[in-house]
């Protein structure tokens, strides 16, 4: 079946890189989706990339992404403290007419000074 | 736009009482879903609606009823609450134009526990 595997928890430094792994089941997914929850709040989409790209950047983002192995990684260059939030990762699965998105865990991004 | 909004923030329920958290959007999206986000376990789909009229369950739906009368509004009933309902439910609209991209509008969730 599906499934969306992540690590809860990381801490950086203030300054430096953070990296976020997570691996999916779904080969079929056509996007793959980082979302962002800052505390109290819902999820914002952050990132996406496409099934048929190994690599995606984003102004300190980098999504990048082995298919053959199905894992997804998000890179955040020079950590701040606003990064500090939750990161999920999500893959795409189609059924019955709806593009469900199946989510991870999240991981829980700290950033220390 | 207000985009996905959702009522109430927060909620304290006695085992075997009934509500209805409320959601809303006013972005004209055809699907909307809710989701209930529980400690190291992600977000898990309760109910989905592809348009007015149409619902379906997704991965926990009981003790869960929905309806969609109206493209705006997805309101999530809980008919007899249960302490393994205590969660943080988030409510979601997408719109369908591209069936393969799907980025997905979050509410700011309702905190519901249950007593």
């Known amino acids: 079946g599906e499934d969306v595997e992540q690590s809860l928890f990381l801490s950086v430094r203030e300054g430096d890189s953070s990296v976020i792994n997570c691996t999916y089941t779904?080969?079929?997914?056509?996007?793959l989706y980082w979302y962002k929850q800052e505390p109290g709040a819902g999820l914002q989409l952050l990132t996406y990339?496409?099934?048929?790209?190994d690599m995606k950047q984003d102004q300190r983002l980098t999504v990048l992404l082995n298919k053959k192995d199905k894992h997804l990684s998000l890179r955040i260059a020079d950590t701040q403290t606003g990064d500090s939030a939750i990161y999920f990762c999500a893959e795409t699965s189609i059924s019955g007419g709806y593009n469900k998105l199946i989510f991870g865990a999240g991981t829980r991004l700290a950033v220390h000074p | 736009n207000a985009g996905v909004t959702q009522t109430p923030k927060f909620q304290v329920l006695k085992t075997g009482q009934s509500m209805t958290l409320q959601c809303a959007q006013d972005m004209n999206h055809e699907y909307m879903s809710w989701y209930r986000q529980d400690p190291g376990m992600g977000l898990r789909l309760i109910h989905y609606?592809?348009?007015?009229?149409?619902?379906d369950q997704g991965e926990v739906p009981n003790g869960y009823n929905v309806s969609r009368s109206t493209t705006e509004d997805f309101p999530l009933r809980l008919l007899s609450a249960a302490p393994s309902q205590t969660s943080v439910y988030f409510c979601?609209?997408?719109?369908?134009?591209?069936?393969?991209?799907?980025?997905?509008?979050f509410g700011p969730g309702t905190r519901l526990t249950v007593l």
């Open positions: 979601a609209s997408s719109s369908n134009r591209d069936r393969v991209y799907n980025e997905q509008f």
């Open positions: 990339i496409f099934s048929n790209m």
């Open positions: 609606s592809v348009g007015a009229g149409i619902t």
């Open positions: 779904d080969s079929s997914s056509t996007y």
